[in-house]
């Protein structure tokens, strides 16, 4: 069973426009939930993590993420998108039930247009 | 605090040679996990490794092996490669205690190419 969907694996934005990436998720226990950013050639660089305090989680440059527990979902937004915002991104859940190691989805690669 | 180190960056290899990455992690981490990045599989784990001990294993033949040592470095190893092996692979490194989960820092990565 698939553990983290990402809905969309391309999306593109004007820049100065609104970005949303979708992720839903399947876990019968409270998860951790995580996006990852990862430019051309390079590792994966944490952007926030859900750890069961707030439901609306702030991140680094400009995102945010809403943990919506009735919709097992965690979409990631930032209000105003910036070209060097242009790389994938990734969803990660850890819980019990996969032996809390992280388990991603298949990434959305966002593109910034001028 | 130095990030998650991984040896070498790019690496070219014949089919059926087999090859060698290291990974160092953080500083304190105890937990390595390695994973296999392509553009049609996207994101696999391979496994993790915690205190020298296997701890979590992904579905991959046992072509794909590790270990890690006292220091908590971690090493993987390919035997018999073939061209599908071609792929970027990365390793993460963790505090190591299971609950609560945390996250995973990672390294730049290694390329393999298989020719």
């Known amino acids: 069973a698939q553990s983290v969907t990402q809905l969309g694996s391309h999306v593109s934005v004007s820049e100065g426009a609104l970005v949303l990436l979708r992720c839903n998720y399947s876990?019968?226990?409270?998860?951790?939930l995580f996006w990852y950013v990862q430019y051309p050639n390079q590792g994966l660089q944490l952007l926030l993590k859900?750890?069961?305090?707030?439901?609306l989680v702030k991140g680094i440059n400009g995102f945010e993420a809403e943990f919506k527990k009735s919709e097992t979902s965690f979409h990631l937004t930032k209000p105003s998108a910036h070209m060097s915002d242009a790389a994938e991104y990734f969803c990660?859940?850890?819980?019990?039930?996969?032996?809390?190691?992280?388990?991603f989805g298949a990434g959305t690669i966002l593109r910034v247009k001028s | 605090k130095a990030g998650v180190t991984q040896t070498p960056r790019y690496l070219i290899k014949t089919r059926g040679q087999q090859v060698t990455l290291s990974c160092s992690p953080i500083?304190?981490?105890?937990?390595v996990s390695w994973y296999q990045q392509t553009p049609g599989q996207g994101l696999q784990f391979l496994f993790e490794?915690?205190?020298?001990?296997?701890?979590n294993k992904g579905n991959f033949p046992g072509r794909f092996s590790g270990r890690q040592f006292s220091n908590s470095r971690s090493e993987m190893n390919v035997s018999t490669l073939e061209l599908g092996d071609s792929a970027l692979y990365l390793c993460?490194?963790?505090?190591?205690?299971?609950?609560?989960?945390?996250?995973?820092?990672f390294g730049q990565g290694t390329r393999l190419t298989v020719v």
């Open positions: 500083s304190g981490h105890r937990s």
């Open positions: 990660a859940v850890s819980a019990m039930e996969y032996g809390n190691k992280l388990v």
């Open positions: 876990s019968s226990v409270p998860p951790y």
């Open positions: 859900y750890t069961s305090a707030a439901t």
């Open positions: 993460a490194s963790r505090p190591g205690g299971l609950e609560p989960p945390t996250e995973a820092f």
């Open positions: 490794y915690f205190s020298e001990t296997q701890r």
